[in-house]
């Protein structure tokens, strides 16, 4: 309240100041254009100086004023330039809450890889409220787990612990045995990928948004990324194919369409782990089609985490977890915890009743 009637001072305070700065040059110039006019009309009409040098003279002065009046407005950008370079300077100098390690220790390289384990592991956003707590669980590699559970629950908390988006309170969260506070930077984002359901696209081309995924691929390997996932189709379709200018948050594309590349871009990046966040919970029932079809592609032969309100989706992983209040309530593959008589077979004949 009291910033908010500062900044309207401070604003009125600006605004008298041009107004009366940018008024008084313009009033300065055209007296002087005034008296130059009088004093030289007299001069010529008593044939002491010729018009020619009058009017030379009358244009030097309007050519002296106009920078002035420039100058008011250039100052005013300025200022306003400096202070939101300011603003800048301070989110880049923000130190970032989870460091990069000063000895990172490479990730085991190799086929078979991506093994995530959670060990007693607790975390909150605010010291006063954990959400997980002392969360225990490993996942092969290779296995695709679902995460399902109520709102608010902690499956996003989970996924960002795992991309290392935070670090965890106490306990750690390892990939092949590495805690991930170990791992560089460009080594963690290359082994996981998070997409979620607001994805960003950058402005660029089509091709140059799904190459975010592995900077450096040449455009068959851009190609093969988006047929892999069935996006090849709506991008050819498109004015200029993968040259297609997208604008930031995707512009002419749609929803579904920009989930597609971020899917093939995911696909490219070529991840150990990948974690979807509810990513096609936006989607058309076609759009989802194809996506359900892409993301049987995209799973294959690596380590998922899957956040999904369809069954469709749930059914076809290997394991399913239930998360209620940052705790794991029950665990196992689909077709066995339909069967059993707890919260995954409840919401599983939810599901199948919706369906008629
Ligand atoms: N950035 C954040 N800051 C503070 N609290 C958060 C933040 N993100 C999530 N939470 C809280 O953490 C809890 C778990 O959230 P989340 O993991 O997003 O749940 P889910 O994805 O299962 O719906 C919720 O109570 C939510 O309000
Ligand atoms: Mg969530």
Known sequence: MALGDDYRRTSLHAFRLIATYSPAIKLVGNVTVAVVLCYGGWRVLGGRTEVGVLAAFLLYVRRFFEPMQELSQFYNSLQSATAALEKLAGVLDEPPAVAEPPRPVPLPAGPGRGELAFRAVSFGYRADTPILAGLELTVPAGQTVALIGPTGAGKSTIAKLVARFHDPDTGTVRLDGVDLR???????????????????????????????????????????????????????????????????????????????????????????????????????????RLVQRALGTILRDRTALVIAHRLSTVETTDRVLVIDGGRIVEDGPPAVLAEADGRYAALHRQWRDSLV
Not at 229 to 248: M, S, W
Request: hydrophobic fraction near 45%; charge should be negative; glycine fraction near 8%.
């Open 182 to 288: 170990d791992v560089g930077d460009a080594d963690l984002r290359r082994a996981v990928v998070l997409v979620t359901q607001e994805n960003h696209l950058f402005s660029g081309t089509v091709a140059e948004n799904i190459r975010f995924g592995r900077p450096g691929a040449d455009d068959a390997a851009v190609q093969a990324a988006a047929r892999a996932i069935g996006a090849h189709e709506f991008i050819a379709a498109l004015p200029d194919g993968y040259a297609t200018q997208v604008h930031r948050r995707g512009g002419r594309l749609s929803a579904g369409q920009r989930q597609l590349v971020a899917f093939a871009r995911a696909f490219l990046a070529d991840p150990t782990v990948l974690i979807l966040d509810e990513a096609t919970s936006s989607l058309d029932v076609p759009t989802e």
